[in-house]
């Protein structure tokens, strides 16, 4: 089944339906265009939320804001590479939050990286991740794939001779024995992590951490389980993800599809968003797993 028609017979509202349509299109040529060319060298630029850019950064910046320009139900389009969201169309009914290329610093050695996207009903502010009605990421590795939730449980597509074909439905995340631990330079600030870590490690858990939370994140939805793991520490209280457009979609897949995510003390859907760059710490997949990090 080709998305449209999979995201209508989930009831999703047209608007909304050609948006994640849209997304999709423009995840097409950001994936087309990570295979065939060398867009992977950095700039020596920063962007406007402070990380190193690659050309590819603002090419998928680009192609992302040109295909949700020319969708009418656009209303506020922000991001990782943009200082403030631009104001689309002021008619439409959805704002996006889009990380178009999470994981760039791998592209150059060629992991996976991917595209996230979260879509909010209005404006955003003093909303929580809750409020979301849709949110997506796209994988580019040996195999292009796009998960996606409306609120309806979470399903995965695949770029097969150009387009979005439905390969398997009502993605699980129960409970395995995988951990990704992300800045592990916490340790050297907090005990707690350390011992974190250490648990996983003398209670014989896997480690599958690819440096990309997209492809990271991707592992525990196809997997089953497992955690993946990013503090904050003093010297940094908020970690390095970021809410809107990394955590809260992230977390929103998780949720559909049985699993949890948390900030280390509440649900990270349960935040209130203040800003549009903020950061938050995260712990993210199997529910025993994320408690357990709670716990330490
Ligand atoms: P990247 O900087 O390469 O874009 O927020 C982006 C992210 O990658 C995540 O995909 C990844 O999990 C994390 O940063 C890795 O952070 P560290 O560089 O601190 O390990």
Not at 93 to 118: E, H, K, M, Q, W
Not at 146 to 169: A, D, Y
Request: proline share 4%.
């Amino acid at each position: 089944m080709d998305l449209l028609s999979f995201l209508e017979s989930k009831g999703a509202e047209p608007g909304l339906a050609k948006l994640i349509v849209a997304l999709g299109d423009a995840c097409k040529i950001i994936g087309g265009e990570l295979r065939e060319s060398l867009h992977s060298k950095h700039l020596g630029t920063i962007n406007a939320t402070g990380d190193d850019q690659i050309a590819m950064d603002v090419r998928s910046d680009a192609i992302i804001a040109e295909h949700m320009r020319a969708c009418p139900s656009v209303l506020l389009l922000g991001g990782e590479e943009m200082a403030e969201p631009e104001k689309v169309n002021l008619d439409g009914r959805y704002s996006v939050f889009c990380d178009p290329l999470d994981g760039s610093s791998l592209a150059d050695v060629n992991f996976s990286v991917g595209t996230i996207a979260g879509i909010y009903e209005g404006e955003v502010i003093g909303k929580t991740g809750r409020d979301m009605v849709a949110a997506l990421y796209a994988v580019y590795g040996p195999k292009t794939t796009l998960i996606v939730t409306v609120k309806k449980g979470v399903h995965e597509f695949m770029l097969i001779k150009g387009e979005w074909t439905l390969i398997e439905e009502s993605l699980q995340v129960g409970e395995a024995k995988y951990f990704a631990c992300g800045n592990l330079r916490a340790c050297v600030e907090r005990a707690d992590y350390l011992k974190l870590v250490e648990n996983f490690i003398l209670n014989k858990y896997t480690l599958r951490y690819s440096g990309g939370m997209v492809p990271d994140i991707n592992h525990i939805l196809h997997k089953g389980g497992g955690i993946f793991t990013y503090p904050g520490m003093p010297s940094k209280p908020d970690g390095k993800l970021r809410l809107l457009f990394e955590c809260a979609p992230m977390s929103l897949i998780m949720e559909e599809a049985g699993g949890a995510s948390s900030n280390g003390k509440i649900p990270v859907l349960d935040l209130v968003i203040n800003n549009y760059e903020e950061r938050t710490p995260i712990f993210i997949g199997s529910k025993s797993e994320v408690e357990k990090c709670a716990g330490f």
